[in-house]
């Protein structure tokens, strides 16, 4: 499976990678794997790879609850 994984912020040229990576195993119980064919990259996810427009990471806001 294909897919664009950001390495580094900064240049999204130089942040963002396409790579190969394992598909997803859907064997759990009530879970299903569905199929996309395309995702685009919007204006947001650029933002994002820029360092511009992010979110903390998910550790910082479980200790904020």
Do not use: K
Request: charge should be negative; avoid cysteine; aromatic fraction near 6%.
């Amino acid at each position: 499976m294909r897919a664009v994984r950001l390495t580094a912020f900064g240049n999204p040229v130089d942040g963002l990678e396409y790579v190969n990576i394992p598909e997803p195993d859907a064997s759990g119980l009530n879970q299903v794997l569905i199929g996309v064919e395309f995702s685009p990259i919007n204006a947001n996810d650029l933002l994002v790879a820029q360092g511009i427009y992010s979110s903390p990471p998910l550790a910082s806001r479980r200790h904020r609850q």
